[in-house]
């Protein structure tokens, strides 16, 4: 009598299922080890602490100290005068929200390629 040729089909369905079976197993067994640990004081405070050059956050790190908005930082004005120039296309509040970001933030590395996108936008309408 012949040899009957090797199931390999069986074989690998059963290597897949218990692969599967122990990864499941694992998981199980390991998920309710680990109980979460509660964020260390500081870093619950702020979120930035001990990262060199990263801004302070908390509920009064972003208030200017002489009022106002808290939202008066460069990147809020630079999407303002985006939008307004390249989305809305009114030029006019473009150009004064643009004027005020070069008032506000002298030296912006930003400002140059923005005005360069703004003409080109002024003269494509």
């Given at each position: 009598?012949a040899?009957?040729?090797?199931?390999?089909g069986?074989r690998?369905l059963?290597?897949?299922?218990?692969?599967l079976?122990?990864f499941?197993g694992?998981?199980?067994a390991l998920?309710?080890r680990?109980?979460p640990?509660?964020?260390?004081?500081?870093?619950?405070?702020?979120p930035?602490?001990g990262v060199?050059?990263?801004p302070p956050l908390?509920?009064n790190?972003?208030?200017?100290a002489?009022?106002?908005?808290?939202?008066?930082?460069?990147q809020?004005?630079?999407?303002e005068?985006?939008?307004?120039a390249l989305d809305?296309h009114e030029?006019d509040?473009?150009?004064?929200?643009l004027?005020?970001?070069?008032?506000?933030h002298?030296?912006?590395?930003?400002?140059e390629?923005?005005e360069k996108?703004?003409?080109?936008?002024?003269g494509?309408?």
């Open positions: 009598m040899p009957s040729a090797p199931r390999w069986d690998l059963f290597a897949a299922l218990g692969a079976v122990g499941a694992a998981w199980i998920e309710g680990h109980a640990t509660p964020p260390a004081a500081a870093m619950a405070a702020d930035h602490a060199p050059g990263a908390g509920p790190a972003g208030a200017p002489g009022g106002g908005s808290a939202f008066d930082h460069w809020s004005l630079y999407n005068v985006v939008v307004l809305k030029h509040a473009a150009d004064a929200a004027a005020r970001l070069k008032k506000e002298p030296g912006l590395p930003a400002i390629t923005l996108q703004i003409g080109a936008a002024h494509g309408s």
